[in-house]
Protein backbone atom coordinates (compact mmCIF):
# COMPACT_ATOMS: atom_id res chain seq x y z
CA UNK A 1 0.00 0.00 0.00
CA UNK A 2 1.22 3.57 -1.26
CA UNK A 3 1.78 6.16 2.25
CA UNK A 4 -0.70 8.71 1.85
CA UNK A 5 0.44 12.34 1.22
CA UNK A 6 -0.95 14.70 4.23
CA UNK A 7 0.17 18.32 3.18
CA UNK A 8 -0.14 20.43 6.39
CA UNK A 9 -0.45 24.28 5.65
CA UNK A 10 1.21 26.42 8.50
CA UNK A 11 2.64 25.41 11.69
CA UNK A 12 1.01 27.43 14.14
CA UNK A 13 -1.14 26.27 16.96
CA UNK A 14 -2.98 23.71 14.78
CA UNK A 15 -0.99 22.95 12.02
CA UNK A 16 2.17 21.77 14.52
CA UNK A 17 -0.07 19.92 17.00
CA UNK A 18 -2.06 17.99 14.10
CA UNK A 19 1.11 17.09 12.40
CA UNK A 20 2.57 15.89 15.86
CA UNK A 21 -0.34 14.05 16.82
CA UNK A 22 -0.79 12.62 12.84
CA UNK A 23 3.33 11.69 12.77
CA UNK A 24 2.56 9.29 15.94
CA UNK A 25 -1.01 7.95 15.09
CA UNK A 26 0.10 6.92 11.41
CA UNK A 27 3.38 4.87 10.69
CA UNK A 28 5.88 5.40 7.51
CA UNK A 29 4.10 3.02 5.78
CA UNK A 30 0.40 4.34 6.58
CA UNK A 31 1.21 8.25 5.72
CA UNK A 32 3.59 11.06 4.81
CA UNK A 33 3.43 14.48 6.64
CA UNK A 34 4.48 17.40 5.21
CA UNK A 35 4.46 20.39 6.70
CA UNK A 36 4.99 23.96 5.01
CA UNK A 37 5.38 27.35 7.06
CA UNK A 38 7.93 30.20 5.99
CA UNK A 39 9.13 30.56 9.42
CA UNK A 40 11.17 27.76 11.26
CA UNK A 41 9.48 27.95 14.32
CA UNK A 42 6.01 27.82 15.96
CA UNK A 43 5.03 31.13 18.08
CA UNK A 44 3.10 30.35 21.12
CA UNK A 45 1.41 33.57 21.12
CA UNK A 46 -0.01 33.29 24.96
CA UNK A 47 3.48 34.24 25.73
CA UNK A 48 4.02 36.89 23.70
CA UNK A 49 3.49 39.87 26.45
CA UNK A 50 5.54 37.96 28.96
CA UNK A 51 8.42 37.85 26.29
CA UNK A 52 8.43 41.70 25.22
CA UNK A 53 8.24 42.61 29.26
CA UNK A 54 10.90 40.46 29.59
CA UNK A 55 9.90 37.78 32.02
CA UNK A 56 10.67 34.85 29.59
CA UNK A 57 13.60 34.41 26.84
CA UNK A 58 11.68 35.62 23.73
CA UNK A 59 13.22 32.01 22.67
CA UNK A 60 11.73 29.62 25.23
CA UNK A 61 8.33 31.47 23.76
CA UNK A 62 8.87 29.59 19.81
CA UNK A 63 8.80 25.98 19.34
CA UNK A 64 11.18 24.57 16.69
CA UNK A 65 9.31 23.01 13.87
CA UNK A 66 12.26 20.32 12.83
CA UNK A 67 13.68 19.35 16.06
CA UNK A 68 9.42 18.53 17.39
CA UNK A 69 8.40 17.39 14.08
CA UNK A 70 11.38 15.03 13.40
CA UNK A 71 9.26 12.68 11.81
CA UNK A 72 7.62 14.89 9.55
CA UNK A 73 9.09 16.75 6.63
CA UNK A 74 9.55 20.34 6.89
CA UNK A 75 9.17 22.74 3.83
CA UNK A 76 10.44 26.09 4.69
CA UNK A 77 8.57 27.85 2.37
CA UNK A 78 5.12 29.87 1.61
CA UNK A 79 1.96 28.32 -0.36
CA UNK A 80 1.17 30.14 -2.70
CA UNK A 81 -1.97 28.45 -4.23
CA UNK A 82 -4.05 25.17 -3.63
CA UNK A 83 -5.83 23.70 -6.62
CA UNK A 84 -7.89 21.24 -4.46
CA UNK A 85 -9.71 19.93 -7.70
CA UNK A 86 -6.27 18.55 -8.82
CA UNK A 87 -5.25 17.52 -4.93
CA UNK A 88 -2.03 20.17 -5.68
CA UNK A 89 -0.25 22.77 -3.88
CA UNK A 90 1.98 25.73 -5.37
CA UNK A 91 4.93 26.15 -2.80
CA UNK A 92 7.42 28.62 -2.94
CA UNK A 93 10.32 28.04 -0.87
CA UNK A 94 12.12 30.56 1.20
CA UNK A 95 15.25 29.87 -2.05
CA UNK A 96 14.88 27.99 -5.61
CA UNK A 97 12.49 27.74 -7.83
CA UNK A 98 8.62 27.29 -7.46
CA UNK A 99 7.14 23.70 -6.79
CA UNK A 100 4.29 22.02 -6.87
CA UNK A 101 2.99 18.78 -4.09
CA UNK A 102 0.75 16.67 -4.48
CA UNK A 103 -1.17 15.05 -1.52
CA UNK A 104 -4.30 13.20 -0.33
CA UNK A 105 -5.15 14.88 2.37
CA UNK A 106 -4.78 18.76 3.32
CA UNK A 107 -4.94 20.51 6.29
CA UNK A 108 -4.90 24.02 5.91
CA UNK A 109 -4.16 25.84 9.02
CA UNK A 110 -2.57 29.04 7.67
CA UNK A 111 -4.11 30.89 10.75
CA UNK A 112 -4.49 34.68 10.92
CA UNK A 113 -3.10 38.53 10.29
CA UNK A 114 -4.33 41.83 12.07
CA UNK A 115 -7.37 42.55 11.05
CA UNK A 116 -6.40 46.11 10.05
CA UNK A 117 -8.30 49.41 8.98
CA UNK A 118 -7.65 52.07 6.27
CA UNK A 119 -6.88 54.31 8.70
CA UNK A 120 -4.18 57.33 7.75
CA UNK A 121 -0.79 56.94 9.10
CA UNK A 122 -1.51 53.49 10.02
CA UNK A 123 0.95 51.65 7.93
CA UNK A 124 3.28 53.94 8.41
CA UNK A 125 3.32 54.30 12.41
CA UNK A 126 1.79 51.21 13.37
CA UNK A 127 3.34 48.29 15.20
CA UNK A 128 1.22 44.90 15.16
CA UNK A 129 1.70 41.91 18.08
CA UNK A 130 1.27 38.47 16.24
CA UNK A 131 4.51 37.23 16.18
CA UNK A 132 7.92 37.36 18.18
CA UNK A 133 9.43 39.89 16.15
CA UNK A 134 7.15 42.36 17.06
CA UNK A 135 7.08 41.44 20.50
CA UNK A 136 10.91 42.14 20.67
CA UNK A 137 10.81 45.26 18.75
CA UNK A 138 8.05 46.72 20.84
CA UNK A 139 10.57 45.77 23.92
CA UNK A 140 13.22 47.28 22.55
CA UNK A 141 11.27 50.22 20.88
CA UNK A 142 9.67 51.13 24.48
CA UNK A 143 13.20 50.63 26.71
CA UNK A 144 14.34 53.03 23.77
CA UNK A 145 11.75 55.70 24.40
CA UNK A 146 12.57 55.76 28.41
CA UNK A 147 16.15 57.24 26.78
CA UNK A 148 14.88 59.63 24.52
CA UNK A 149 12.59 61.07 27.11
CA UNK A 150 15.57 60.92 30.10
CA UNK A 151 18.29 63.04 27.38
CA UNK A 152 16.08 65.28 25.78
CA UNK A 153 15.42 68.69 27.30
CA UNK A 154 12.25 69.57 24.09
CA UNK A 155 9.50 68.97 27.08
CA UNK A 156 7.11 68.02 23.43
CA UNK A 157 9.68 65.12 22.20
CA UNK A 158 9.69 64.05 26.02
CA UNK A 159 5.57 63.98 25.59
CA UNK A 160 5.60 62.06 22.97
CA UNK A 161 8.14 59.88 23.09
CA UNK A 162 6.48 58.59 26.18
CA UNK A 163 3.21 58.81 24.77
CA UNK A 164 2.50 54.80 24.40
CA UNK A 165 -1.38 53.81 22.88
CA UNK A 166 -2.77 50.92 22.04
CA UNK A 167 -5.92 50.06 19.89
CA UNK A 168 -7.66 47.18 21.14
CA UNK A 169 -9.13 45.85 24.30
CA UNK A 170 -9.25 42.04 24.04
CA UNK A 171 -6.79 40.17 25.22
CA UNK A 172 -3.69 40.80 22.98
CA UNK A 173 -4.21 44.10 23.49
CA UNK A 174 -4.38 44.15 27.59
CA UNK A 175 -1.97 41.93 28.25
CA UNK A 176 0.01 43.72 25.99
CA UNK A 177 -0.42 47.09 27.29
CA UNK A 178 -0.36 45.67 30.97
CA UNK A 179 3.34 44.07 30.63
CA UNK A 180 4.89 46.68 28.70
CA UNK A 181 3.58 49.22 31.47
CA UNK A 182 4.84 47.16 34.50
CA UNK A 183 8.21 47.08 32.47
CA UNK A 184 8.68 50.42 31.72
CA UNK A 185 7.86 51.62 35.04
CA UNK A 186 9.84 48.54 37.01
CA UNK A 187 12.42 50.18 34.03
CA UNK A 188 12.18 53.63 35.86
CA UNK A 189 14.13 52.85 38.46
CA UNK A 190 17.31 53.75 36.35
CA UNK A 191 16.72 56.47 34.90
CA UNK A 192 16.36 59.34 37.64
CA UNK A 193 15.57 62.44 35.24
CA UNK A 194 11.94 60.45 34.57
CA UNK A 195 8.78 59.62 36.91
CA UNK A 196 6.06 57.43 36.33
CA UNK A 197 3.76 60.44 35.82
CA UNK A 198 5.66 61.37 33.02
CA UNK A 199 4.52 58.56 30.99
CA UNK A 200 1.41 58.19 29.50
CA UNK A 201 -0.36 55.01 28.70
CA UNK A 202 -3.30 54.81 26.73
CA UNK A 203 -6.06 52.57 25.84
CA UNK A 204 -8.01 52.90 22.53
CA UNK A 205 -11.24 50.46 22.12
CA UNK A 206 -13.96 50.85 19.62
CA UNK A 207 -16.91 49.17 22.26
CA UNK A 208 -17.73 50.20 25.71
CA UNK A 209 -16.08 47.18 27.31
CA UNK A 210 -12.43 44.91 27.17
CA UNK A 211 -11.98 41.37 27.41
CA UNK A 212 -15.45 40.35 26.03
CA UNK A 213 -14.77 36.98 26.46
CA UNK A 214 -15.52 36.97 30.13
CA UNK A 215 -18.56 38.63 32.09
CA UNK A 216 -18.60 41.87 32.14
CA UNK A 217 -17.98 42.41 35.86
CA UNK A 218 -14.47 41.10 35.02
CA UNK A 219 -14.15 43.30 32.00
CA UNK A 220 -14.77 46.28 35.33
CA UNK A 221 -12.78 45.09 37.33
CA UNK A 222 -9.99 45.08 34.71
CA UNK A 223 -10.51 48.94 33.79
CA UNK A 224 -10.23 49.68 37.66
CA UNK A 225 -6.94 47.50 37.88
CA UNK A 226 -5.48 50.22 34.99
CA UNK A 227 -7.07 52.95 36.26
CA UNK A 228 -5.10 52.25 39.15
CA UNK A 229 -2.08 52.16 37.54
CA UNK A 230 -2.78 56.00 36.04
CA UNK A 231 -3.53 54.49 32.51
CA UNK A 232 -6.09 56.30 29.73
CA UNK A 233 -8.62 54.20 29.19
CA UNK A 234 -11.04 55.32 25.89
CA UNK A 235 -13.74 53.33 25.81
CA UNK A 236 -16.59 53.60 22.45
CA UNK A 237 -13.51 55.58 20.97
CA UNK A 238 -12.37 54.64 17.85
CA UNK A 239 -8.64 55.50 16.23
CA UNK A 240 -9.44 58.27 13.23
CA UNK A 241 -5.91 59.15 12.49
CA UNK A 242 -2.09 58.75 13.29
CA UNK A 243 -0.38 60.81 10.57
CA UNK A 244 3.09 61.76 11.25
CA UNK A 245 2.72 60.39 14.92
CA UNK A 246 -0.14 62.46 16.03
CA UNK A 247 -3.33 60.39 17.10
CA UNK A 248 -6.90 61.87 16.50
CA UNK A 249 -9.52 59.64 18.24
CA UNK A 250 -13.18 59.88 17.80
CA UNK A 251 -13.59 61.90 20.99
CA UNK A 252 -12.30 64.78 19.11
CA UNK A 253 -8.71 64.36 21.33
CA UNK A 254 -5.49 64.46 19.35
CA UNK A 255 -1.96 64.40 21.17
CA UNK A 256 1.68 63.13 19.45
CA UNK A 257 2.98 59.47 20.44
CA UNK A 258 5.86 57.63 19.20
CA UNK A 259 4.13 54.42 19.51
CA UNK A 260 0.86 53.59 18.13
CA UNK A 261 0.15 49.46 19.12
CA UNK A 262 -2.27 47.86 16.92
CA UNK A 263 -4.04 44.53 18.71
CA UNK A 264 -7.93 45.53 17.13
CA UNK A 265 -8.56 41.53 16.26
CA UNK A 266 -7.45 39.36 13.71
CA UNK A 267 -8.85 38.12 10.11
CA UNK A 268 -7.74 34.60 8.06
CA UNK A 269 -4.55 34.81 6.21
CA UNK A 270 -4.52 35.83 2.79
CA UNK A 271 -3.04 32.43 1.78
CA UNK A 272 -7.08 31.05 1.59
CA UNK A 273 -7.72 33.89 -1.42
CA UNK A 274 -5.54 31.87 -3.61
CA UNK A 275 -7.12 28.41 -2.38
CA UNK A 276 -10.37 26.96 -3.99
CA UNK A 277 -11.96 26.38 -0.79
CA UNK A 278 -15.46 27.67 -0.06
CA UNK A 279 -15.36 30.47 2.40
CA UNK A 280 -18.03 31.92 4.67
CA UNK A 281 -19.03 35.99 4.78
CA UNK A 282 -15.74 36.32 7.43
CA UNK A 283 -13.28 34.72 4.87
CA UNK A 284 -12.90 31.42 6.65
CA UNK A 285 -13.14 28.31 5.12
CA UNK A 286 -16.48 26.65 5.98
CA UNK A 287 -15.94 23.23 8.39
CA UNK A 288 -18.90 20.79 9.48
CA UNK A 289 -17.99 19.61 13.25
CA UNK A 290 -15.51 16.67 12.17
CA UNK A 291 -13.55 19.86 10.95
CA UNK A 292 -13.99 18.74 7.56
CA UNK A 293 -14.29 21.41 4.51
CA UNK A 294 -17.98 21.72 3.42
CA UNK A 295 -19.83 23.35 0.52
CA UNK A 296 -23.12 23.95 1.34
CA UNK A 297 -23.02 20.98 3.63
CA UNK A 298 -21.25 18.62 0.95
CA UNK A 299 -18.06 17.28 2.05
CA UNK A 300 -14.68 18.28 0.32
CA UNK A 301 -13.34 14.81 -0.04
CA UNK A 302 -9.68 14.96 1.82
CA UNK A 303 -9.66 18.62 2.60
CA UNK A 304 -9.80 20.07 6.55
CA UNK A 305 -9.30 23.21 8.56
CA UNK A 306 -9.12 24.35 11.96
CA UNK A 307 -8.17 26.99 14.18
CA UNK A 308 -8.83 31.01 13.25
CA UNK A 309 -8.85 30.47 9.65
CA UNK A 310 -11.84 28.09 10.43
CA UNK A 311 -15.67 28.40 10.28
CA UNK A 312 -16.15 25.36 12.67
CA UNK A 313 -19.78 24.81 14.59
CA UNK A 314 -20.08 24.89 18.57
CA UNK A 315 -21.25 21.90 19.45
CA UNK A 316 -21.77 23.29 22.88
CA UNK A 317 -23.27 26.65 22.37
CA UNK A 318 -26.41 27.94 20.37
CA UNK A 319 -27.89 27.01 16.82
CA UNK A 320 -25.22 28.74 14.73
CA UNK A 321 -22.69 29.45 17.05
CA UNK A 322 -19.08 29.05 15.77
CA UNK A 323 -15.45 28.38 18.24
CA UNK A 324 -14.01 31.28 18.94
CA UNK A 325 -10.67 31.96 17.35
CA UNK A 326 -8.80 31.44 20.73
CA UNK A 327 -5.17 28.39 21.52
CA UNK A 328 -7.64 26.92 23.61
CA UNK A 329 -10.23 25.88 20.72
CA UNK A 330 -6.57 25.52 18.50
CA UNK A 331 -5.01 22.69 20.48
CA UNK A 332 -8.17 21.39 20.96
CA UNK A 333 -9.48 21.34 17.25
CA UNK A 334 -5.54 19.85 15.96
CA UNK A 335 -5.89 16.64 18.23
CA UNK A 336 -9.70 15.77 17.09
CA UNK A 337 -8.83 16.98 13.23
CA UNK A 338 -5.49 14.31 13.12
CA UNK A 339 -7.47 11.49 15.25
CA UNK A 340 -10.17 12.43 12.08
CA UNK A 341 -7.70 12.01 9.54
CA UNK A 342 -5.99 9.01 11.13
CA UNK A 343 -9.72 7.20 10.97
CA UNK A 344 -10.66 7.96 7.59
CA UNK A 345 -7.25 6.43 6.34
CA UNK A 346 -7.83 3.57 8.70
CA UNK A 347 -11.36 3.56 7.03
CA UNK A 348 -13.25 4.13 10.28
CA UNK A 349 -15.98 7.10 10.68
CA UNK A 350 -14.62 10.43 11.61
CA UNK A 351 -16.13 12.25 15.21
CA UNK A 352 -17.49 15.77 15.67
CA UNK A 353 -15.38 18.02 17.46
CA UNK A 354 -17.40 18.80 20.56
CA UNK A 355 -15.69 21.28 23.31
CA UNK A 356 -17.29 23.61 25.84
CA UNK A 357 -14.76 26.76 26.55
CA UNK A 358 -13.45 26.17 29.53
CA UNK A 359 -12.88 30.05 30.52
CA UNK A 360 -10.04 32.58 29.83
CA UNK A 361 -7.15 34.14 31.65
CA UNK A 362 -5.22 36.62 31.31
CA UNK A 363 -1.74 38.42 32.79
CA UNK A 364 -2.23 42.59 33.71
CA UNK A 365 1.78 42.35 34.89
CA UNK A 366 3.96 41.04 37.32
CA UNK A 367 1.69 39.23 40.12
CA UNK A 368 -1.68 40.65 38.89
CA UNK A 369 -4.12 38.95 37.18
CA UNK A 370 -7.47 38.11 35.91
CA UNK A 371 -9.21 34.53 35.68
CA UNK A 372 -12.73 32.87 34.81
CA UNK A 373 -12.06 29.21 34.75
CA UNK A 374 -15.64 27.10 34.60
CA UNK A 375 -17.63 29.22 36.04
CA UNK A 376 -15.01 30.55 38.93
CA UNK A 377 -13.62 33.72 38.77
CA UNK A 378 -10.69 35.00 39.92
CA UNK A 379 -8.35 38.25 40.48
CA UNK A 380 -5.07 39.53 41.45
CA UNK A 381 -1.79 36.92 42.41
CA UNK A 382 -4.11 33.63 42.01
CA UNK A 383 -5.39 34.68 38.45
CA UNK A 384 -1.60 35.59 37.63
CA UNK A 385 -0.94 32.29 38.86
CA UNK A 386 -3.32 30.36 37.06
CA UNK A 387 -2.77 32.14 33.91
CA UNK A 388 0.93 30.99 34.39
CA UNK A 389 0.01 27.41 35.23
CA UNK A 390 -2.11 27.07 32.21
CA UNK A 391 -0.52 28.30 29.61
CA UNK A 392 2.84 26.47 30.81
CA UNK A 393 1.02 23.29 30.57
CA UNK A 394 -0.09 24.49 27.19
CA UNK A 395 2.80 25.01 24.91
CA UNK A 396 4.30 22.18 23.28
CA UNK A 397 7.48 20.36 23.97
CA UNK A 398 8.81 19.69 27.51
CA UNK A 399 12.06 21.48 26.65
CA UNK A 400 10.05 24.50 26.43
CA UNK A 401 8.30 23.90 29.37
CA UNK A 402 11.50 23.08 31.35
CA UNK A 403 13.23 26.55 30.03
CA UNK A 404 10.17 28.59 30.57
CA UNK A 405 9.87 27.72 34.77
CA UNK A 406 13.46 28.29 34.91
CA UNK A 407 13.12 32.11 33.21
CA UNK A 408 10.42 32.46 35.98
CA UNK A 409 11.45 30.88 38.59
CA UNK A 410 15.39 33.19 37.82
CA UNK A 411 13.08 36.71 38.16
CA UNK A 412 12.02 35.92 41.87
CA UNK A 413 15.54 36.16 42.76
CA UNK A 414 17.23 38.52 39.77
CA UNK A 415 16.41 41.73 38.63
CA UNK A 416 14.36 42.17 35.47
CA UNK A 417 16.34 43.20 32.34
CA UNK A 418 15.24 46.54 30.94
CA UNK A 419 18.53 46.67 28.22
CA UNK A 420 17.26 48.15 24.66
CA UNK A 421 18.87 46.26 21.70
CA UNK A 422 17.91 48.26 19.30
CA UNK A 423 20.76 47.46 17.11
CA UNK A 424 19.34 43.66 16.38
CA UNK A 425 16.77 45.55 14.14
CA UNK A 426 19.23 46.87 11.90
CA UNK A 427 22.76 45.14 12.72
CA UNK A 428 24.69 45.80 9.73
CA UNK A 429 24.09 49.99 9.76
CA UNK A 430 27.70 50.08 11.81
CA UNK A 431 29.34 48.15 9.77
CA UNK A 432 28.20 49.64 6.35
CA UNK A 433 29.44 53.29 8.17
CA UNK A 434 32.81 51.78 9.04
CA UNK A 435 33.60 50.27 5.46
CA UNK A 436 34.23 52.45 2.55
CA UNK A 437 32.55 52.02 -0.71
CA UNK A 438 35.11 50.06 -3.58
CA UNK A 439 34.79 52.59 -6.54
Request: net charge positive; hydrophobic share 40%.
Amino acid sequence: MNPKRILVVGAGHVGLYAALRLSKKLSPREAEVIVVDPQPHMTYQPFLPEAAAGNISPRHSVVPLRRELRRCKVVAGAVTRVDHANRTATVQPITGPVREIRYDHIVMAPGSVSRTLPIPGLHEHGIGFKTIGEAIYLRNHVLDRLDVGAVTTDPEVRRSALTFVFVGGGYAGIEALAEMEDMARDALKYYPELKPEDMRWVLVEATQRVLPEVDRDMGAYTVQQLLKRKMDIRLDTRLESCVDGVVKLSDGDSFRADTIVWTAGVKPSPVLDATDFPRDERRRVTCNPKLQVVDSDRVVEGAWSAGDCAAVPDLTGPPGAYCSPSAQHAVRQAARMADNIAAVIHGREPVNYRHKHAGSVASLGLHKGVAQVYGIKMTGWPAWFMHRTYHMSRIPSFNRKVRVVVDWTLAFFLKREVVALAQLHDPREEFVEATPPVR
